[in-house]
T-cell receptor, first 118, second 114 residues
Framework: DGGITQSPKYLFRKEGQNVTLSCEQN?????MYWYRQDPGQGLRLIYY???????QKGDIAEGYSVSREKKESFPLTVTSAQKNPTAFYLC?????????????????FGPGTRLTVL | KNQVEQSPQSLIILEGKNCTLQ??????????LRWYKQDTGRGPVSLTI?????NTKSNGRYTATLDADTKQSSLHITASQLSDSASYIC?????????????FGSGTRLSIRP
């Protein structure tokens, strides 16, 4: 089955800890994205990557870090510098970066990880 | 500032009834507009994608319309089913924008009652 997976589904973090959220895709997509979703708000872009070994900050990158060592994987680390990390985190992928295409490029989402700070 | 506004915020209808969700945007120029369905605690799933030159797109009981002149889109759900209970998200892509290029609305939460 082709798709995009995230793990874990639920994650609990103590204050001051760093945690890493996993995102894997086998769709052979170049572009991958991390979003944060809070109640009553639209998805907000944390980081995106258009190609291996390259990534760009999104609108709310402070307190987060990413890596893109393999095409299939785009892990997100929530650091202790992120003051309000409790949220639902969504990973997505597309063949190319949506911002660079004028056509109807599809973006696929993973099932999400719910992070709670204790 | 590029924005996507959805209305209503929430909606409750009886099973079998039709409903229409609205999306107004200020993004200009834009390349495409998408509607997603998001079940509680899950990732969004694409329903329709329309480029700026398309007026309507259907996917089963879901029909999306787009009026690029008034910058409005709607999602019409016909003969609603209990499984339609979800949040519906409107997303506009603006590839030539200097700001965020993919703008998400905050969604409409739809509840279908038996």
């Amino acid at each position: 089955d082709g798709g995009i997976t995230q793990s874990p589904k639920y994650l609990f973090r103590k204050e001051g800890q760093n945690v890493t959220l996993s995102c894997e895709q086998n769709l052979n997509h170049d572009a991958m994205y991390w979003y944060r979703q809070d109640p009553g708000q639209g998805l907000r872009l944390i980081y995106y990557s258009q190609i291996v070994n390259d990534f760009q900050k999104g609108d709310i990158a402070e307190g987060y870090s990413v890596s893109r060592e393999k095409k299939e994987s785009f892990p997100l680390t929530v650091t202790s510098a992120q003051k309000n990390p409790t949220a639902f985190y969504l990973c997505a992928s597309s063949i190319g970066h949506l911002g660079d295409y004028s056509g109807a490029l599809e973006q696929f989402f993973g099932p999400g990880t719910r992070l709670t700070v204790l | 500032k590029n924005q996507v506004e959805q209305s209503p915020q929430s909606l409750i209808i009886l099973e079998g009834k039709n409903c229409t969700l609205q999306c107004n945007y200020t993004v200009s120029p834009f390349s495409n507009l998408r509607w997603y369905k998001q079940d509680t605690g899950r990732g969004p799933v694409s329903l329709t994608i329309m480029t700026f030159s398309e007026n309507t797109k259907s996917n089963g009981r879901y029909t999306a319309t787009l009026d690029a002149d008034t910058k409005q889109s709607s999602l019409h759900i016909t003969a609603s089913q209990l499984s339609d209970s979800a949040s519906y998200i409107c997303v506009v892509t603006a590839p030539y924008s200097s700001a965020s290029k993919i703008i998400f609305g905050s969604g409409t939460r739809l509840s279908i009652r038996p």
